[in-house]
């Protein structure tokens, strides 16, 4: 393959990460605070409406991860998962709020599902697309790049350009989101899919159940302070004006943390490099609990250190995952598992952040404070579950069970 056609097929693969991180970060961060402070719903309802959609959109991803091994991923099915994201989209963002809660719920519910629609072919297509480790390195390193530059898009744009041009700018992410799912085309399945393999029979097997629980417990811990970040920096902080500066500088410290996290898997293993970054979150983020007015630059330093051990989480889970996965097909004839594992792990993902935005707002509306959760309240929710979470992981990573497993599938 020429370089010319090598890097406009990356570019292709890779071009869907910049709308879709910047239509997510504001759906998931800024969305449920507005929805319960300006939209007119109250934080118990909205965590109640976000944690019913999640499951709703956990329901998704056995389907859609099926359905992706046995037939392939085709263009016809990308343009409609588009359209049911393009419609939800402008349905929450152009009629007025509230609206019933139901109504809320189904609109939530469709958006997630055209999501889940692009995102798991997607994330599945390098296993068609690649045929060396090299090419599947270069294709997970675009996307990653785009996802990154569209999530410092949606950090940055807002704060530079006024309210009235963030519809047209929505409008055009929307216009390049169809252009680049339109540019994945149709790809048949790698090989052929065992019918039989569906989530319960992955879950029986128990190298996969001592993945799955650590993961899902550390995208909790990772998905709570992410649903009440704006309310800590706003009533604890008060410095909401530097929500901007915070992001950045977490998510580029995270970017740049993945090459340490790298050489540290191949010096001590992953398993024990990920519980090093698992500890070092927990006790940086302990020390936010000091945090009170006027401390802004204190926390963008601790938000700093927590970024670099984001790459642990980001990294080293996905090099197990992966393992794990290309154990299983070769265990099953060459079976083609990988949407359906990608699936998996997805639903998991979905479902920690459907729990960390429901029991985060209940608690936070059963300790309203003249219509405000009081700044005890944040900072409880915001600061020790996690902290509590990464250290549960970290107990359960050093199990026996998930040693010796995880040394099989290496």
């Known amino acids: 393959m020429s370089t010319p056609v090598r890097y406009w097929r990356l570019?292709?693969?890779?071009?869907?990460?910049?709308?879709l991180a910047a239509l997510g970060l504001p759906f998931y961060i800024y969305a449920p605070l507005w929805l319960a402070e300006q939209g007119g719903y109250g934080y118990s309802l909205v965590g109640l409406i976000f944690f019913v959609a999640r499951i709703g959109d956990v329901l998704s991803d056995l389907p859609v991860g099926v359905w992706v091994d046995r037939r392939g991923s085709h263009r016809w099915f990308w343009l409609?998962?588009?359209?049911?994201?393009?419609?939800?989209?402008?349905?929450?963002?152009?009629?007025?709020?509230?609206?019933?809660?139901?109504?809320?719920?189904?609109?939530?519910?469709?958006?997630?599902?055209?999501?889940?629609?692009?995102?798991v072919p997607w994330l599945a297509l390098p296993?068609?697309?690649?045929?060396?480790?090299?090419?599947?390195?270069?294709?997970?390193?675009?996307?990653?790049?785009?996802?990154?530059?569209?999530?410092?898009?949606?950090?940055?744009?807002?704060?530079?350009?006024?309210?009235?041009?963030?519809?047209?700018?929505?409008?055009?992410?929307?216009?390049?989101?169809?252009?680049?799912?339109y540019l994945q085309g149709s790809q048949k399945p790698l090989g052929a899919s065992d019918n039989s393999l569906?989530?319960?029979?992955?879950?029986?097997?128990?190298?996969?159940?001592?993945?799955?629980?650590?993961?899902?417990?550390?995208?909790?811990?990772?998905?709570?302070?992410?649903?009440?970040?704006?309310?800590?920096?706003?009533?604890?902080?008060?410095?909401?004006?530097?929500?901007?500066?915070?992001?950045i500088c977490y998510f580029a410290a995270g970017l740049v943390g993945v090459p340490f996290w790298y050489f540290l898997a191949n010096r001590i293993g992953n398993l024990q490099a990920w519980r090093i970054g698992l500890c070092s979150s927990a006790l940086l983020f302990s020390l936010a609990a000091f945090l009170g007015d006027g401390d802004v630059y204190w926390f963008v330093v601790i938000s700093i250190g927590t970024g670099l051990a984001l790459g642990a989480d980001q990294a080293l889970p996905?090099?197990?995952?992966?393992?794990?996965?290309?154990?299983?097909?070769?265990?099953?004839?060459?079976?083609?598992?990988?949407?359906?594992?990608?699936a998996l792990w997805s639903m998991l993902s979905k479902a920690a952040m459907g729990v960390a935005v429901g029991v985060s707002y209940l608690w936070l509306g059963n300790q309203l404070d003249a219509l405000?959760?009081?700044?005890?309240?944040?900072?409880?929710?915001?600061?020790?579950?996690?902290?509590?979470?990464?250290?549960?992981?970290?107990?359960l990573l050093g199990r026996q069970s998930i040693a010796l497993a995880h040394e099989e599938v290496k």
Not at 215 to 238: C, D, K, Q, S, Y
Not at 377 to 393: C, D, G, Q, R, T
Request: overall charge positive.
């Open 198 to 247: 569906s989530y319960k029979i992955l879950l029986s097997d128990p190298r996969v159940r001592n993945l799955a629980l650590p993961w899902f417990l550390n995208m909790l811990a990772n998905a709570i302070p992410g649903t009440v970040l704006i309310l800590f920096m706003r009533e604890v902080l008060h410095a909401e004006s530097e929500l901007p500066l915070v992001l």
């Open 80 to 119: 409609s998962a588009w359209g049911t994201v393009a419609l939800s989209v402008m349905l929450l963002t152009l009629i007025p709020h509230p609206w019933s809660p139901l109504m809320l719920g189904l609109v939530l519910v469709l958006l997630m599902l055209g999501w889940t629609g692009i995102t």
């Open 127 to 181: 296993v068609n697309l690649s045929r060396h480790n090299i090419d599947r390195l270069r294709y997970n390193s675009s996307r990653e790049a785009m996802l990154l530059i569209g999530t410092l898009a949606a950090m940055l744009v807002p704060a530079m350009v006024p309210a009235s041009a963030l519809p047209p700018i929505l409008v055009l992410l929307l216009l390049v989101l169809v252009i680049a799912v």
């Open 11 to 19: 570019f292709c693969y890779s071009l869907p990460g910049i709308p």
């Open 372 to 395: 405000i959760p009081p700044a005890w309240a944040i900072s409880s929710v915001y600061i020790l579950a996690p902290v509590i979470l990464k250290l549960l992981v970290f107990v």
């Open 318 to 342: 996905s090099v197990m995952q992966t393992g794990l996965a290309q154990t299983l097909s070769a265990e099953r004839g060459g079976a083609d598992v990988a949407a359906r594992m990608f």
